[in-house]
């Protein structure tokens, strides 16, 4: 009986022995893949965006809190947009294993692991051509970045123009110096402003904080370091009109001081595509705003609110915003006319210096004739927001410089045609791992996805709001209107709906709140 009993504590220590060793999370086999594909690009130390390196264990474990806190907090890599409303293509944020796996590393000591194990780090190499045979190429001369602090905006016009239009299919650009260029997007204008701005500026290009300095302005293109080039979707091209011109707006780097870059493009026309694809900027402040005047008072917080009809069925290729140091979230979807909600872009924790530009959807969306985008976006003109420039601050006008306030939103469409929905843009989502790694373990989540079982229907309403609830808990209910007033709170454990019809039509916040747990989500009374 003794041996019996002996064998069997042997065994249960060697099963717990193995299962603790199955969910060591090391940085040879789990963490080294994530690192390589998500973050040596710009860290790195050959041609290096950011200043801190981590392509090696030693280095990552110096930054180990660092790198738990930005990555927990989903600051880095730094990929804006919410990404559980609507997929777009190369997103670059983490999945949540990958986080947990991160995190989990952190907690657990920072184990190296088996060095048997460690995967290559990637060599980083000046850009090379995926444009074999380009129809415009274009390199601005060598710039050198003057000592002056802080990220600096530069625009550069390229010489050359069409006397028809062109049909654009695909873009790549290309710095010299990846250490010293955050990012590049490409504009067309068909105005002579950005002549004048150059002409009147001594040095190469000119200066200019917000776009390109002309109010005709399209973006074209964004790019930030680590994009592939750009491809348009099979038989559609980019509309670049006749007699446009091309600028380059590059964001140089906060510590590029002195450095030189030479960035180049290249561009790719289609004579055979039949769809052309336009660029509109169909939300702004200035014909769009649902309550003006768009100023930001000194010590307040503002929420603008900007709407747009959908005049016929549209397929909306990928969604861009512009806004400044004040804002600080916004969120742009549309509603048709059966009152199905579409998410087309969402930021939280806005911060204008790491702007994707443009994002990419995986699949068009289809808009039908009759469907509303609406817009919201909030802005902090108060000392807590650390980007004010201003102290004590003093009331926000709109503008394009850094002083002042913007509230665009541009998309990408073209006229609906059968089964367009149903395009895949572009196979890759989420990045593909260097080399195909793929770490060892996978970290599960023991609390339920909270956000996921809060749901509610019809949005837009007219009637009635149900509310779905995650089960098992007892809830309170507030609804608030679009100024913050509460109108209507409950005690809920099941779920349940609430009517509507003597709301005053407009827009308004549910809060579900537990415990330490509360969820806001947004619904609007038609």
């Keep these: 009986m003794t041996i019996t009993k002996s064998i069997f504590i042997s065994i249960a220590l060697m099963l ?9 999370v090391t940085w040879s086999e789990d963490v080294a893949c994530i690192i390589n594909t998500h973050c040596i690009r710009c860290h790195n130390n050959t041609n290096s965006l950011a200043a801190i390196p981590l392509t090696n264990y030693t280095e990552a474990w110096g930054q180990r809190l660092a790198i738990k806190y930005y990555v927990e907090n989903k600051s880095m890599p730094p990929y804006q947009t919410l990404t559980g409303k ?5 997103e670059k944020n983490l999945t949540q294993n990958e986080i947990d796996l991160i995190v989990a590393w952190v907690n657990q000591g920072t184990n190296e692991g088996d060095t ?4 290559p780090t990637p060599t980083i190499t000046p850009l090379t051509s995926q ?15 003057p000592n002056i602090v802080g990220f600096q905006y530069r625009c550069f016009v390229v010489p050359t123009t069409f006397i ?3 049909k654009i299919s695909e873009i790549e650009i290309m710095p010299t110096d990846l250490s010293a260029v955050y990012s590049v997007f490409l504009y067309s204008d068909t105005s002579s402003i950005p002549l004048t701005l150059d002409a009147n500026d001594v040095s190469n290009g000119y200066e200019n904080y917000s776009n390109i300095g002309s109010p005709t302005a399209k973006l074209l293109y964004g790019w930030v370091n680590g994009n592939p080039k750009y491809h348009t979707p099979p038989n559609m091209a980019l509309r670049l009109d006749a007699n446009a011109h091309l600028v380059l707006r590059i964001l140089f780097a906060e510590d590029a001081l002195n450095k030189t870059d030479s960035t180049a493009i290249n561009i790719k026309f289609d004579t055979s595509a039949s769809r052309f694809i336009d660029i509109g900027t169909l939300l702004n402040h200035n014909t769009n705003l649902q309550n003006p005047p768009f100023v930001i008072p000194a010590d307040s917080l503002k929420i603008f609110y900007e709407q747009y009809n959908v005049p016929t069925d549209i397929s909306i290729l990928s969604a861009s915003h512009w806004a400044q140091k004040f804002c600080i979230n916004l969120n742009c979807f549309a509603v048709t006319p059966t009152n199905d909600t579409i998410s087309l872009i969402e930021i939280e924790d806005h911060e204008d210096l790491w702007s994707e530009g443009v994002y990419y959807f995986e699949k068009p969306l289809k808009l039908p ?5 609406y817009s919201e976006a909030e802005y902090d003109n108060t000392s807590n927001n650390p980007n004010n420039p201003f102290f004590p601050s003093h009331d926000i006008y709109q503008g394009s410089s850094d002083t002042t306030e913007q509230m665009l939103f541009s998309f990408s469409y073209l006229p609906y045609q059968a089964n367009d929905e149903n395009i895949i843009t572009d196979t890759v989502i989420h990045q593909l791992h260097y080399l195909n790694c793929s770490p060892a373990h996978t970290v599960g989540i023991a609390d339920i996805n909270f956000q996921n079982n809060f749901l509610i229907y019809p949005n837009p309403t007219q009637d009635i709001l149900n509310i779905v609830l995650p089960d098992n808990n007892k809830f309170s209910i507030s609804i608030f209107n679009s100024l913050g007033d509460k109108i209507y709170s409950e005690q809920a454990t099941s779920n349940m709906k609430v009517q509507t019809s003597n709301f005053s039509n407009g827009l308004y916040f549910i809060q579900l ?14």
């Design 131 to 145: 444009i074999i045979t380009p129809d415009l190429s274009y390199r601005i001369p060598a710039y050198t970045v």
């Design 164 to 166: 028809t239009d062109k």
């Design 369 to 373: 004739s009759g469907s509303v985008i």
């Design 513 to 526: 709140k537990t415990q330490n747990k509360f969820i806001t989500q947004k619904f609007i009374k038609q």
């Design 86 to 90: 609507a997929t777009y293509s190369h």
């Design 16 to 24: 717990v022995m193995t299962i603790s060793k199955a969910q060591t």
């Design 116 to 119: 048997t194990l460690t995967p």
